[in-house]
């Protein structure tokens, strides 16, 4: 089964600043896709990023990136000039590429707060 | 192009009883997966519906069942709710192909007294 891994419950940052929120996970597939997913006060899930495992290419949104490496099963997300909407949980998510199923395993959470 | 939506927002029930949960997805989304989350146990996959047909099923007793509609729409259902029941139910639909996006409702809060 896999399994996904957020060792941040809690983390803050300074407005303008950069942070990095880290996540790993188990797996033996080859094939599977992960996701930054936020979701603020509102309570609605709101999808930050996507990384596809074939791809090399780290993915990148805006101010928002991530450093994949499938080698060490890592997928942390960068987010740069972090601005005080960026205040929410997030969620990294993995999702199995070989199975006919839109399912997600989740990890806890690292709750991030910019402080002004 | 309207978003997940989910109803009711909030629901107060009895142990005991049942409950219903609705879920209208995206037009043209015609996967629907559902979610449990929770303080404790964080987000948990509940099962996914294509096409009327549940495809996955999470690790959930049977008192936790759910539906497709021909129009995509879908209903969970909880039999017998218990205190540990209560939780935030978070819908979500995603286009066709595989590792598409999931889009998100703002989910149902279901309070078991």
């Known amino acids: 089964a896999q399994t996904v891994t957020q060792s941040q419950p809690e983390m803050s940052v300074q407005e303008a600043e950069t942070v990095t929120l880290s996540c790993t996970y188990d797996t033996s597939e080859n094939n599977y896709y992960l996701f930054w997913y936020k979701q603020p006060p509102s309570r609605q899930m709101i999808l930050v990023i996507r990384?596809?495992?074939?791809?090399?290419q780290n993915a990148t949104e805006n101010r928002f990136s991530v450093n994949f490496q499938k080698a060490a099963k890592s997928f942390s997300l960068k987010i740069s000039d972090s601005q005080l909407g960026d205040t929410a949980m997030y969620f990294c998510?993995?999702?199995?590429?070989?199975?006919?199923?839109?399912?997600?395993?989740f990890g806890a959470g690292t709750r991030l707060t910019v402080k002004p | 192009k309207a978003g997940v939506t989910q109803t009711p927002r909030y629901l107060i029930k009895t142990r005991g009883q049942q409950v219903t949960l609705s879920c209208s997805p995206i037009?043209?989304?015609?996967?629907v997966s559902w979610y449990q989350q929770t303080p404790g146990q964080g987000l948990q996959f509940l099962f996914e519906y294509f096409s009327e047909t549940q495809r996955n099923k999470g690790n959930f007793p049977g008192r936790f069942s759910g539906r497709q509609f021909s129009n995509s729409r879908s209903e969970m259902n909880v039999s017998t709710l218990e205190l540990g029941d209560s939780a935030l139910y978070l819908c979500?639909?995603?286009?066709?192909?595989?590792?598409?996006?999931?889009?998100f409702g703002q989910g149902t809060r279901l309070t078991v007294v």
């Open positions: 998510a993995f999702m199995n590429g070989y199975h006919n199923n839109n399912d997600m395993r």
């Open positions: 979500a639909s995603s286009p066709l192909g595989q590792g598409a996006e999931a889009f």
């Open positions: 037009s043209g989304h015609r996967s």
């Open positions: 990384q596809e495992a074939y791809k090399q």
